[in-house]
Every structure is written in C-alpha cells, then in structure tokens.
C-alpha cells in the first residue's frame, strides 16, 4: 500500500460548484496536513495545514482530517477558473523525520 | 511578499557532466530543502540544510548530490555526474523552522534536462 495516495483526475467542474479533494494514507503517525497548489510549471503553493483531526477554513477552502479513517479532504467552495491547478496533499509529522510525504497531486479544472 | 528564487528554470545538460542549480530562500527563513518530481510523479524530498549542514537526507541523495550554502543568501544542488534518471523538476524550499506547522515556500523550480 502506497503511503500516500491521491486521485490524479483530471477532475472537471462548472465555474460555482463545490470540489472536494481527497487523500488517503497509510501511516497512522502522520501529525501534520498540508494543502498545496500548483500551477503549470510554478512550485507548490501551500494553501492549509491542519495540526491533527479535525477542520480547518480559510476563505472558500476547508480542509478536513479524518484520522480514524486516515482520510484528508479540501473542500473548494463557488470554485472559479482561477482554481485550474493541480492539488497536492502533503504529510509530515513522523519521528525522527521533519520530511513531507506528498501525494502525486489532483490536476482540477474549473470550466467557465 | 518574500519568495523563493531558484535559476536557471531551464538546465539541459549531458550525460555524465556536472550541474549546479542555485536558489535564494527568503532571507529570515533558516530551514532549506531541495525535493524534485520526476514527470508524472510525486514531489519527493531529497535533503533539508540547517546551520550549515545537512540535518536529513534521502535514499535518492546519494555521494553524486551535495548541497552548499556558500554565502549568507545562496543555496546550491550540485549533481556531480548527471544520469538521464536525474531529469525532473528540482524545488527548492525554505521555512521559518521545522515541522508540519511551519509550511515550506517553494521556488519555482529548475527543470533539468539530462540528454
């Protein structure tokens, strides 16, 4: 089983509806949850991080930790054109190690 | 707002010759990382750099890579004798401190091209 595991898409979506992104994970360890986004040929941008379970907002974006089910989710709310990117989830969190583990992203595309 | 700069964006290169990519983290930011991501693949860690030294490394980053701060604003990913495996986007990164809870910027990557 993959550590981290990450839908590729692409995804297609109408400008103004709600994406939901997800992760799956293996390592029930992981502390730490990061949201990335990523334009073509630019770096990772992060969006979120969360500390653990729970949710988190920030805007038009939520991001979700399901711990028990080692689950993470970003919500996109009234998605825009602009949103057209790739999505990465990123853990880190593990002993002895501050490295991320990234996902291999979902590529999303808001259609106007 | 503070950014990470890496150059040059493009590298092509031969099989066997050395590179150097460079990167400049944001000035107050002490932790520096390089990952890459091979097409189509994830974005994997290679090394972190803390106080002058290497304070994590990777499988991947074997005796053909090493990293310098050579002065107070540069950051550098030397690969000694590239193979054409090594073509990827390379990301340079730079945080505040070390943790999930203080999140990485990263530049806007090299791609390297080994032919």
């Known amino acids: 089983q993959k550590e981290v595991e990450q839908d590729p898409g692409p995804l297609s979506v109408p400008e103004g509806a709600i994406v939901s992104l997800n992760c799956t994970y293996s390592n029930s360890a992981f502390q730490y949850f990061m949201w990335y986004r990523q334009y073509s040929r630019k770096g990772p941008e992060l969006l979120m991080y969360?500390?653990?379970?729970g949710n988190k907002e920030d805007g038009r974006f939520t991001a979700q930790v399901d711990k028990s089910s080692k689950y993470i989710s970003l919500f996109i709310r009234d998605s825009q054109p602009s949103d057209s990117a790739t999505y990465l989830c990123?853990?880190?969190?593990?002993?002895?190690?501050?490295?991320?583990?990234f996902g291999t992203g979902t590529r999303l595309k808001v259609l106007a | 707002e503070p950014e990470v700069t890496q150059t040059p964006s493009h590298q092509v290169t031969q099989m066997g010759q050395e590179v150097i990519l460079r990167c400049v983290p944001i000035?107050?930011?002490?932790?520096f990382y390089w990952y890459r991501q091979i097409l189509g693949q994830k974005v994997e860690f290679l090394v972190s750099?803390?106080?002058?030294?290497?304070?994590?490394k990777s499988e991947i980053f074997d005796d053909q890579f090493s990293v310098e701060r050579p002065d107070g604003s540069n950051f550098t990913l030397k690969i000694r004798s590239t193979k054409l495996e090594d073509s990827a986007m390379y990301f340079c990164?730079?945080?505040?401190?070390?943790?999930?809870?203080?999140?990485?910027?990263f530049g806007s990557g090299t791609r390297l091209t080994v032919v």
């Open positions: 990123a853990m880190s969190g593990l002993s002895g190690t501050y490295k991320y583990i």
């Open positions: 000035s107050n930011h002490l932790y």
């Open positions: 750099f803390y106080n002058n030294e290497i304070s994590e």
């Open positions: 969360t500390y653990s379970s």
């Open positions: 990164a730079s945080s505040e401190g070390q943790g999930g809870n203080y999140g990485y910027t």
